[in-house]
């Protein structure tokens, strides 16, 4: 079993749409939860950072940690065309510099 | 703009040869780390140094090796390539003083292995 498990989709979705981005893992020991944003050929942007459990917003991206379930979610509400990339989950057991572990990565496309 | 700059951009090479790839970053970035990203995968761990020194190795054999020098950059260097090599290779640093999200990657430099 690999330690973060996300589905790679392709996933595609019309403008305007909430979308719904999962990942799980199997290492309780994860306490640092990142989404990273992929564009074609270039390298991951960190969008969203969450300690612990809980919840987080940054304007439309939500991110939620359940560290009972072993589970994340990134949600995008009101999607746009430029939205379309991959968006890869990461974590890590201490922060900062801690070495990260990567989902394979959701392929998103945003349909205008 | 994240600050990590990444060279060569693309390079394509034959099976058995040698390949250095480099990343240099901001000012104050004293950790940095390699990741391997296959196509269609999530980038996986290769090593971290730290203040020159190794800090932390992935799952990859002794034929990747890297360098970290004073000025903030740093190498990674691939001996006798397989064509399971090719991959992108991303660098990723940060200022390792406190815990956040200020992990920043390189573009990346994309090796193809024939």
């Known amino acids: 079993q690999k330690e973060v498990e996300q589905d790679p989709g392709p996933l595609s979705v019309p403008e305007g749409a909430i979308v719904s981005l999962n990942c799980t893992y199997s290492?309780?020991?994860?306490?640092?939860f990142m989404w990273y944003r992929q564009y074609s050929r270039k390298g991951p942007e960190l969008l969203m950072y969450?300690?612990?459990?809980g919840n987080k917003e940054d304007g439309r991206f939500t991110a939620q940690v359940d560290k009972s379930s072993k589970y994340i979610s990134l949600f995008i509400r009101d999607s746009q065309p430029s939205d379309s990339a991959t968006y890869l989950c990461?974590?890590?057991?201490?922060?900062?510099?801690?070495?990260?572990?990567f989902g394979k990565g959701t392929k998103l496309t945003v349909n205008p | 703009e994240t600050g990590v700059t990444q060279s060569p951009t693309h390079l394509i090479k034959t099976r058995g040869q040698q390949v250095t790839l480099r990343c240099s970053s901001q000012?104050?970035?004293?950790?940095v780390s390699w990741y391997q990203q296959a196509l269609g995968q999530g980038p996986q761990f290769i090593f971290q140094?730290?203040?020159?020194?190794?800090?932390g190795r992935g799952n990859f054999p002794p034929r990747f090796s890297g360098l970290q020098f004073p000025n903030y950059s740093s190498e990674l260097n691939v001996n006798a390539l397989e064509l399971d090599d090719s991959a992108l290779y991303l660098c990723?640093?940060?200022?390792?003083?406190?815990?956040?999200?200020?992990?920043?990657f390189g573009e990346g430099s994309w090796l193809t292995v024939v």
């Open positions: 140094y730290y203040r020159e020194e190794e800090n």
């Open positions: 000012s104050g970035h004293n950790t």
């Open positions: 990723a640093t940060t200022d390792r003083a406190w815990a956040g999200n200020t992990i920043y």
């Open positions: 969450t300690y612990s459990s």
């Open positions: 290492n309780s020991a994860f306490q640092y």
């Open positions: 990461a974590m890590s057991v201490q922060g900062g510099s801690e070495k990260l572990v």
